[in-house]
């Protein structure tokens, strides 16, 4: 029981194991419509279907919940731009490429992505060290990608990552699915805009 209060694993049985997924899509679901602090585990279990107290057999605590949802947003954000920087060795095609990965992702109707987007580990201070070392995974890819930029001598480029990231991470306050701009051609637009002409 203590390994799961450490390492945020959900506790194991043939019946639990069951209903795992619909709990997980169900906290995503929640945790992203109405934010971490606003979604009680009386919530998650009465859209689940069962008692609060059977949501225990699973988690031991609503932060081990989240950090079980965290952890599977951040691997399928990886896995998506993982695989479109796959398709080039070019610096700037490679960074666009991640750029669009990462805005379907978060844009899309995938409550485990924008989850990692929404909540900041300081939001849940017993699994933030849990949730940092989440997000820095992701975010050495990016470290990767910036790292391997023709800039210009001098580039903060830990400033340049920051930025870039925090602009595709607001987008999901103002982007429309119905406007004229698909992630792909913002994507493109966020590149322009960064990258150094002349």
């Given at each position: 029981?203590?390994a799961?209060v450490?390492?945020?694993a959900?506790?194991?049985?043939?019946?639990?194991d069951?209903?795992?997924?619909?709990i997980?899509?169900?906290?995503?679901?929640?945790?992203?419509t109405?934010?971490?602090?606003?979604?009680?585990?009386?919530?998650?279990?009465?859209?689940?279907g069962?008692?609060?107290?059977?949501?225990?057999?699973?988690f031991?605590?609503?932060?081990d919940l989240l950090?079980?949802?965290?952890?599977?947003?951040?691997d399928?954000?990886?896995a998506?731009?993982e695989?479109?920087?796959?398709?080039?060795?070019?610096?700037?095609?490679?960074?666009?490429?991640?750029?669009?990965a990462?805005?379907?992702?978060?844009?899309?109707d995938?409550d485990?992505?924008?989850?990692?987007?929404r909540?900041r580990p300081t939001d849940?201070?017993?699994?933030?060290q849990?949730?940092?070392?989440d997000?820095?995974?992701?975010e050495?890819q990016?470290?990767?990608?910036?790292?391997?930029?023709?800039l210009?001598?001098?580039?903060?480029?830990?400033?340049?990552?920051?930025m870039?990231?925090?602009?595709?991470?607001?987008?999901?306050n103002?982007y429309?699915?119905?406007?004229?701009?698909?992630?792909?051609t913002?994507?493109?637009?966020?590149?322009a805009?960064?990258?150094?002409?002349g």
């Amino acid at each position: 029981m203590m390994a799961s209060v450490l390492t945020g694993a959900p506790r194991r049985s043939a019946h639990a194991d069951s209903r795992l997924p619909q709990i997980l899509d169900t906290a995503a679901h929640l945790f992203c419509t109405q934010g971490y602090q606003g979604t009680t585990v009386r919530d998650i279990a009465s859209a689940v279907g069962i008692l609060p107290g059977s949501l225990y057999c699973h988690f031991s605590t609503k932060d081990d919940l989240l950090a079980a949802v965290y952890v599977r947003g951040v691997d399928q954000i990886c896995a998506a731009v993982e695989a479109a920087i796959a398709r080039t060795a070019e610096p700037w095609p490679r960074l666009e490429a991640a750029c669009v990965a990462h805005l379907e992702a978060i844009l899309r109707d995938d409550d485990y992505a924008r989850v990692v987007v929404r909540v900041r580990p300081t939001d849940v201070p017993s699994v933030a060290q849990r949730l940092i070392k989440d997000r820095n995974r992701y975010e050495a890819q990016w470290l990767a990608l910036i790292k391997a930029l023709p800039l210009p001598a001098g580039t903060d480029r830990k400033a340049f990552r920051l930025m870039l990231l925090g602009a595709l991470n607001w987008a999901p306050n103002w982007y429309r699915a119905d406007g004229a701009a698909s992630p792909r051609t913002l994507a493109r637009h966020f590149i322009a805009m960064f990258k150094p002409h002349g």
